[in-house]
C-alpha cells in the first residue's frame, strides 16, 4: 500500500507503509515534555506496534526489532526474537503475529510446557480471499480521465476488486483459548479456534471519499477528479474486545493518512452477533485502540494524541508525539515511535513505552 501523502489511491494494506509516513509536523511535545507524570518503561524501544497489559505485568512488541518484552515486578526481559509485531496475552498463553522476512504471516502461540502452534494467516488469505468480491476504487462520476490518472498512480486502481494479501497486525484473546486478528491487509477481522481453525468474523466497510476542488488542487491532479466518489479498502489497526463480547476496531482509511484527504480514520463496533456498526470518525492515523470501563482510547499517530470520544465529540486525553500504540487498565500505556524508524534512513533516536495515570 503506497500512503505517500500526495498519493490518492491504495490497492494493499501493508501498516507498515502507513507507520513510515513522518507524524504531524503540529505536535512536537514528547512524552517527558508533555507529562511531567508519565512514567519511562523502556526508553530504547523503536517501534512499539502494541501494548497489552495483564494484571501488574506489561508486554510491548518492537516491530523493527522483532522483538517482545515483559515488564513483571520491576523486572524487564526480552522474551522473544521471533519478529513479532504485535502480542495477546490470555492467562498463560501468550500469541504473537508476524511476518518473518515476509515468507508468509503467521499467528503463534506460546504456553509453557507446550510446543507452540503455528497458524498460517496468509495461506486462509490466498484461499479465500474474504474480501474478493468488494469492488474498491471509482464508485461514482466515472470518467476515462478520472481512470487514467488512478491507472497512472498504481496500475488497475481505478476499479478492482479485493486482493490476495495478508498482514495479521493486531490480536485479542477471545474466549474459549480463540484469538481475534486485524488482518490490516485483508481488510477484515478473523477468529482462530484453538485448535488453529480459521473464521471471518467481519469484513470492515470500505472508506469512500468524494473529491473536492481543494483536494485536487491540492494533489496537483486533474479536474475531471473533482466529484469523483473512490472507495478506498479499510485497514484495521487494532481489535480489542470488551466485556460484554463485542469487538472495537480502530481503522485507517486506505489513501494518504496526512490532512490533504481530511482525517478519516474511524473507530467500528463488531457486535457478537456480527454487526458492524461506525462508532466515529474524524481520527488522524488511528493506528491503535483501548477499551476501559466503557471508555474507547485511540493513539493517532499523525496528530500527536490519545484521544477518546465524549458527548459525540474526539477530545485530547493526552498528548505525546508520534503515539503508535495505547492501551488502558486503570492507567493509561502508550507506545512511541521513534523518529525516523521506518523511513529510507533509519532511527534517529529512540521510542518509548510510557505510563500515564487516567
Known sequence: MSLRSRTL??????????????????????ADSAAPDARKLDG????PFQVEVRGGTVWWTDGFRGTITRLRNGHKKVISHAGAEAVAVSGRRLAYAATPERSFS?????????????????????????????????????????????????????RYTGIVDSHPYQLAALPRAAWAVAEAAGNDILRVSRSGHISVVALLPRQPITFTQKMVDDADAPACLVGVRYAFEPVPTDVE?????????????????????????????????????RIHG????????????????????????????RNGRVVTVRSIKDPVAVEAKHNLFVGQLAPGVLGPTGPTGPGGVFRFPR
Not at 474480501?131 to 488497475?156: E, L, M, R, T, W
Not at 493513539?299 to 500527536?304: A, I, N, V, W, Y
Open 282 to 309: 474524524g481520527f488522524l492515523g488511528a493506528t491503535n485502540l483501548a477499551v476501559w470501563r466503557g471508555k474507547v482510547y485511540v493513539s493517532e499517530l499523525f496528530r500527536g494524541r490519545i484521544s477518546t470520544i
Open 106 to 158: 503467521r499467528l503463534v502461540v506460546r504456553r509453557p510446557g507446550h510446543k507452540a502452534k503455528v497458524v498460517n494467516i496468509r495461506r486462509f488469505e490466498r484461499t479465500h480471499n474474504p474480501d474478493g468480491k468488494v469492488h474498491y476504487g471509482i464508485i461514482a462520476n466515472y470518467s476515462k480521465c478520472a481512470a487514467d490518472f488512478f491507472n497512472s498512480q498504481q496500475p488497475g486502481s481505478a
Open 241 to 277: 474486545r470488551d466485556g460484554r463480547g463485542n469487538l472495537w476496531v480502530s481503522v485507517l482509511p486506505g489513501g494518504p493518512e496526512d490532512p490533504s484527504l481530511g482525517a478519516r480514520g474511524a473507530v467500528y463496533k463488531i457486535t457478537k452477533h456480527g454487526r458492524v456498526i
Open 44 to 47: 530504547a524501544v523503536l517501534a
Open 9 to 30: 489511491i491504495t490497492t494493499a494494506a501493508a501498516v507498515s507503509a502507513a507507520l513510515a509516513l513522518t507524524a504531524s509536523p503540529t505536535v512536537s511535545a514528547s
